[in-house]
């Protein structure tokens, strides 16, 4: 898949986010928790897919975005383990508690994923001018 086409890809999923978020306090429970377990069954999905991804660059891909594709997998075991946990307990206290720290969590993953859009920037330009610079040497390469 083209660069140019992950990047539409990227912009429809993060409305689409954006849409259901709105609506989420509309929804039935029932019907909520149905799509969070949805959401996290896709999650889980995406998150292997990027790591057999990587797998499958082998040296293409550098040693870092490997480490962060590993990362991430294993970190959001972590995640959702601890709000498991934390669901768990059932006095009021304790779901007003979950509550705000799964707002918390919201909040950071927001965040990580707009980080992670400006590092997007940063290595498809980056791409770009590699590719340019190549093309220059090429271009003025002995026998070219």
């Known amino acids: ?9 990227l912009a429809g999923r993060a409305k689409e986010l954006e849409d259901r978020a709105g609506a989420a306090q509309e929804k039935a429970k029932g019907d909520l928790q149905q799509e969070v377990n949805d959401a996290r069954k896709a999650s889980q999905a995406h998150a292997d897919a990027l790591t057999d991804r990587v797998d499958q660059a082998g040296t293409d891909v550098s040693r870092w975005w490997d480490d962060v594709a590993r990362s991430w997998k294993k970190n959001l075991a972590a995640v959702r383990t601890d709000v498991d946990d934390k669901r768990a307990g059932h006095d009021l206290k304790s779901a007003q508690r979950a509550a705000r720290h799964a707002d918390d969590d919201a909040e950071y993953a927001v965040a990580y994923a707009y980080s992670a859009v400006v590092e997007a920037e940063y290595a498809v330009l980056d791409a770009a001018l590699a590719h340019m610079e190549a093309d220059e040497l090429a271009a003025t390469a002995p026998g070219s």
């Open 1 to 9: 898949m083209a660069i140019s086409d992950d990047l539409s890809r």
